[in-house]
């Protein structure tokens, strides 16, 4: 049976030790790992094959244990990959696209546009969110308009009319004072790749 372990909590060194030696302990097959530190803030996602004679509270409480012993503050989730046998989303044949934001930092972005891409069944599958020019607490700087930068990396559907939501993007964008770009993923890695000397 495969489960999702989700850890979150402050970052320290040997999360992913203590996560996955844990789960190697119990027999538990890790088949995929994502990670990421958002401001010290340790995300992960486990995809790990379980034996059938292990439970998934063998699993939640031998990770805490192990959290616990190197005094780490993490919480800790264990739930089956797909509660009740249901079907992983599958919204058909697409094309993976990046669509970039760029502009003065607004507390709608992220729902504004993640509004667009529901309204066009657009599965958004990777995001980030960046302020460049944060400044520091206290300086001048502190008082300018933050400037963020978010990408979205998208599943566009075959069927979908593109023309029609790079317009709407772009009027949405236009209306919130945003620059928006939309490109197919290969020529956005290839524009942005970096070449070694």
Known sequence: MNIVVSILGPDRPGVV???SAALSGLRCNIEEISQTILQGQFAA??????????SQDTVHSTLMKAIAARDMNLSVIVRPLREDDAPPFD????????ITLDGEDRLDMVSSF??????????IENMKAL??????PGSAAET????????????LPLSLDR?????????????MGLRVSMQ?????????????F
Request: glycine share 4%.
């Open 17 to 19: 030790y203590v996560v």
């Open 45 to 54: 996602i486990f995809i790990a094959d379980m034996p059938a004679d292990v």
């Open 91 to 98: 919204g058909g044949p697409s094309e993976p696209f990046v």
């Open 114 to 123: 993640a509004r667009v891409f529901a309204e066009h069944k657009v599965n």
């Open 131 to 136: 302020m460049p020019d944060a400044a520091e």
């Open 144 to 155: 300018r308009p933050r400037r963020a930068l978010l990408m979205f990396e998208v599943a």
């Open 163 to 175: 023309p029609a939501l790079r317009r709407t993007l772009e009027d949405k964008a236009r209306g």
């Open 184 to 196: 197919h993923r290969d020529i956005f890695e290839a524009l942005h790749r970096v070449e070694p």
